[in-house]
């Protein structure tokens, strides 16, 4: 069955620029979301498309996709940008979800 | 506004079943497509199928083929997932997510059900 990787944990220090990234095999032939979640809320999309921003996030949140990876950066992050962040993608009819990386800004 | 509204937290038995509902407003329910997706506690987001509220017509993930029912009442603008034949590892915040086509992102999350499945 298709799987979508990420890494546990990502840190970084507040301004600084994160990366996080969304590995499975041939991501790059299919459209990749990036949903956010602070502890006890829904998820929130912060891109859709590999690379749109839904009205209302920060500019600082992009996204890009190609190959294997697909890649969520925050530029400057702030600190109220810690949270748990999930890729997303289908592959056929189903809806995959990565394992979720949890960023940590200090 | 949009919102989705979802149904209060539920108790259940190991075998029993359990309804989640999921209530639309804000924009036309039948040009969404309604998607659940749950996640056990301190775990990932696992989805769990799609229902378009046009047509009824419904897409499950393989893992709940056989054990999920997804239904839809446009009179109310509802959504409902059943879960049958529960375990404790069913135990989890079912949420509901809108999408505007099938195999597209969700753009309007539900606050999400918190399921508990203990003897």
């Known amino acids: 069955s298709y799987e979508l990787t990420q890494p546990p944990s990502v840190s970084v220090s507040p301004g600084q620029t994160a990366s996080i990234t969304c590995s499975g095999e041939k991501l790059g032939d299919n459209f990749a979301s990036w949903y956010q979640q602070k502890p006890g809320q829904s998820p929130v999309l912060v891109i859709y498309q590999d690379n749109k921003r839904p009205s209302g996030i920060p500019e600082r949140f992009s996204g890009s996709n190609s190959g294997n990876t697909a890649t969520l950066t925050i530029s400057g992050t702030q600190t109220m940008d810690e949270a748990d962040y999930y890729c997303?993608?289908?592959?056929?009819?189903?809806?995959?979800f990565g394992g979720g990386t949890k960023l940590t800004v200090l | 506004q949009v919102q989705l509204v979802q149904s209060g937290a539920e108790v259940k038995t190991p075998g029993a079943s359990v309804k989640v509902s999921c209530k639309a407003s804000?924009?036309?329910?039948?040009?969404?497509?309604i998607h659940w997706v749950r996640q056990a506690p301190g775990q990932g987001l696992e989805w769990v199928g799609w229902i378009n509220p046009n047509s009824g017509g419904t897409n499950y993930a393989q893992t709940f083929q056989g054990w999920v029912t997804m239904t839809r009442d446009t009179s109310i603008s509802t959504a409902s997932m059943e879960l049958s034949r529960l375990r404790s590892d069913d135990t989890a915040v079912y949420y509901c997510?809108?999408?505007?086509?099938?195999?597209?992102?969700?753009?309007?999350w539900g606050k999400g059900t918190t399921v508990t499945v203990s003897s």
């Open positions: 804000g924009y036309t329910f039948t040009d969404h497509y």
């Open positions: 997510a809108r999408s505007i086509r099938d195999h597209y992102y969700m753009d309007v």
């Open positions: 997303q993608a289908w592959d056929s009819s189903n809806g995959i």
